[in-house]
């Protein structure tokens, strides 16, 4: 934190106040916020209503960007290599430019008179044209991916059939406040790992605080959440938050619920959750021996079928479908393929029982909990106060050391957080519990417990393109789901 103060907050003011004197202004201009961008105007030839631009988050950033180029010109920097970098890494160019003493104010650079004078500086060639305009769409493109909308493609089938896998997706990151980047030294365009060469697409030696901007509202249950997903933070692949890998599932337990699962029914504080209506699970067909036919497979989506006995059929689908196949004579009877209430999953692949990290007092207590029988447990809010203890202390340990950054230990029967004894955690986060529509098919909070509030990217909007590779080339695209708003 404090170099990260130093390099990106008192090395630029240091700059400012230099060249602010080099312009004949006293440099504690440069060090006020909000005024100094003020004198970078008037000093630039700019008119004073780009200050109210200042006052639009996103497009703040674009015009500071227009701006801290003029400023520069202003100062007789007039390559590309200085505009870069003093937008770039202004700790460095500024206060280097501020103390060099051939570097001198020449102007306000954004001045008919400036221009007419220094024009043969300002000539661009045609390579510096191209140079420009590609880095200016590199820059706008990343500030609109980081600050308002970006797409994403449905990978795996743990929405199905809500989302399908190669439906396209446009993330607003708007609807819950853009997060700030985290690990801002990174290849633009790509995630956590570079393309074809498959080396990291970041440097992780410079990391800033979790930081969002306000949002039009706050995460809803119901809501299909993109995030980042919480267990990247572990080796092999220790990725910082912003860099670990996108998931989607729908939100069904946000900060100071209490969640249970009941025979895959979801209930909240009590309550029964609506179901996703294009949900699936498995189910077992019973049927008088005769096979389904194939166009009846395709046209209701069962997935997954396997051989349950002689006369019955497993299939992952839909509650439609299944209504759909009650209608048919050969189908005798079908039922939730669910798992037994009271008997902890066989595996021990159901949290917190498998998961690294998460720390215990000894033998881990039976929850008896599986993937249709799940809870209750509370979701963390910010600053609710959770008793440690045998049973709640594996289910909250990870959040307490990984997300929250505390050192945890346990001495015999004694739990130490940040070397001291504690019998308590008050929470600095809130934390979310995310399903797959397709329930037992997805790999979400069950498994691997809660979503930090810091690991949140963006709500799920619109369906803007949806491609079935399996389908012959002219049937591919599945016209029927395009520009579908996600429910």
Request: charged share 20%; glycine share 6%; net charge positive.
């Amino acid at each position: 934190m404090i170099i990260a103060f130093l390099l990106f907050v008192v090395l630029p003011f240091i700059g400012l106040y230099k060249l602010f004197e080099k312009a004949g202004r006293p440099g504690w201009e440069g060090v006020i916020p909000v005024y100094n961008i003020y004198v970078m105007i008037k000093l630039s030839g700019r008119p004073l209503w780009w200050l109210a631009l200042m006052l639009l988050p996103g497009l703040n950033i674009l015009v500071f960007i227009g701006l801290m180029v003029d400023f520069l010109k202003s100062y007789g920097k007039f390559s590309l290599s200085e505009h870069i970098g003093g937008v770039a890494l202004p700790f460095i160019f500024l206060p280097k430019w501020g103390f060099d003493k051939d570097t001198k104010y020449v102007g306000p650079s954004a001045s008919l008179e400036f221009r007419e004078k220094y024009k043969k500086a300002l000539k661009k060639t045609v390579a510096r044209e191209w140079a420009d305009a590609i880095i200016f769409a590199v820059i706008a493109a990343t500030l609109i991916r980081t600050l308002f909308i970006e797409a994403y493609v449905i990978p795996s089938a743990s929405m199905e059939s809500s989302l399908l896998i190669g439906d396209y997706l446009f993330v607003s990151k708007v609807n819950y406040g853009a997060r700030l980047p985290m690990t801002p030294v990174a290849f633009p365009f790509a995630h956590h790992t570079m393309p074809l060469i498959n080396t990291k697409a970041y440097w992780d030696g410079i990391e800033l605080p979790y930081y969002r901007l306000p949002g039009l509202s706050d995460i809803k249950k119901g809501d299909v959440v993109v995030f980042n997903y919480p267990m990247d933070a572990d080796a092999p692949l220790s990725r910082p938050v912003d860099k670990r890998e996108n998931f989607i599932k729908r939100c069904q337990g946000t900060p100071g619920d209490t969640l249970s699962v009941v025979k895959a029914q979801v209930y909240i504080n009590g309550k029964a959750m609506i179901t996703p209506p294009n949900g699936e699970m498995k189910y077992i067909v019973k049927t008088d021996g005769d096979q389904i036919n194939s166009d009846l497979i395709t046209d209701l989506h069962l997935s997954d079928i396997k051989p349950y006995d002689n006369l019955s059929f497993e299939t992952n689908t839909t509650k439609q479908a299944v209504e759909a196949l009650k209608g048919y004579s050969n189908v005798k009877s079908i039922r939730p393929d669910t798992a037994t209430s009271g008997h902890a999953d066989p595996l021990n692949t159901v949290f917190p029982g498998w998961v690294p990290n998460n720390k215990t007092l000894g033998t881990m207590p039976d929850y008896k909990w599986n993937v249709d029988n799940f809870g209750p447990i509370i979701v963390p809010k910010r600053g609710w106060t959770v008793k440690l203890d045998s049973f709640t202390f594996p289910i909250y340990s990870r959040a307490i050391e990984i997300y929250e950054g505390n050192k945890v230990e346990v001495v015999g029967k004694d739990i130490l957080i940040n070397g001291k004894k504690a019998d308590s955690y008050t929470f600095k986060m809130n934390y979310y519990f995310m399903m797959g529509d397709n329930r037992h098919n997805s790999e979400d909070s069950r498994f691997w417990g809660f979503v930090p509030e810091d690991h949140i990217v963006g709500k799920a909007l619109f369906i803007w393109m949806s491609v079935d590779d399996q389908a012959s080339f002219l049937h591919k695209i599945r016209w029927s789901r395009l520009f579908n708003v996600i429910r």
